[in-house]
Antibody, heavy 124, light 107 residues
Framework: HLVQSGAEVGKPGESLKISCKASGDRSTNYWIAWVRQMPGKGLEWMGIVYLDDSDSIYSPSVQGQVTFLTDSSITTAFLHWTSLQASDTGIYYC???????????????????WGQGTMVTVSS | DIQMTQSPTSLSASVGDRVTITCRASQFIHTYLHWYQHKPGSAPKLLLYTASTLQSGVPSRFSGRGSGTEFTLTIDSLQPDDFASYYCQQSFESPRTFGQGTKVDIK
């Protein structure tokens, strides 16, 4: 299971970090994806992070806007903003990638286990 | 980036109907195509991976076909639990884009 941290409310310019903890599995040899859903929109792939060492691949749409972090000792991935914007409002999901593949093509690049989602609201 | 285009974007159907959703990729993606079901307030759920392989625990009324650039998700005999949004997603290259979604609601 992936268990995400609770809903957050922040102001523009503030920093924020949300978490995604893998429970029931002490392995760290897999990739965690971050997927967002903006209000009224569909799912958007933000990127993936390797739980063991924080190796990350970002979508160009979020590159430089967020940072993927991990703490393998507690099997937890984090999504970090240094400066929130109103446009960051949305639901953020973490998900486990089936296959152990990073950049490039990944036949097993589906996401079979998902967190429950974290609602992030950014408002002044 | 590879663009994934689903059609239709929404449809209305009745319990027992057969429903087909199409997903087209802007370039060749082999069978690196996966389907998800998403209901409001819940996490997305993997239905099929690599175009046609049913994820464990998913009812057999869900099926997928296709390769290259065109793919379909079919739901045979739509059930009340199937009213949801459906997304395709490619993993042929990064960014591993999703389609815009297809909302299936009750006629």
């Amino acid at each position: 299971h992936l268990v995400q941290s609770g809903a957050e409310v922040g102001k523009p310019g503030e920093s924020l970090k949300i978490s995604c903890k893998a429970s029931g599995d002490r392995s760290t040899n897999y990739w965690i994806a971050w997927v967002r859903q903006m209000p009224g929109k569909g799912l958007e792939w933000m990127g993936i992070v390797y739980l063991d060492d924080s190796d990350s691949i970002y979508s160009p749409s979020v590159q430089g806007q967020v940072t993927f972090l991990t703490d393998s000792s507690i099997t937890t991935a984090f999504l970090h903003w240094t400066s929130l914007q109103a446009s960051d409002t949305g639901i953020y999901y973490c998900a486990r990638q089936k296959g152990n593949c990073g950049s490039g093509g990944c036949e097993t690049g589906s996401f079979d286990i998902w967190g429950q989602g974290t609602m992030v609201t950014v408002s002044s | 980036d590879i663009q994934m285009t689903q059609s239709p974007t929404s449809l209305s159907a009745s319990v027992g109907d057969r429903v087909t959703i199409t997903c087209r990729a802007s370039q060749f993606i082999h069978t690196y195509l996966h389907w998800y079901q998403h209901k409001p307030g819940s996490a997305p759920k993997l239905l099929l991976y690599t175009a046609s392989t049913l994820q464990s625990g998913v009812p057999s009324r869900f099926s997928g076909r296709g390769s290259g650039t065109e793919f379909t998700l079919t739901i045979d005999s739509l059930q009340p639990d199937d009213f949801a949004s459906y997304y395709c997603q490619q993993s042929f290259e990064s960014p591993r884009t999703f389609g815009q979604g297809t909302k299936v609601d009750i006629k």
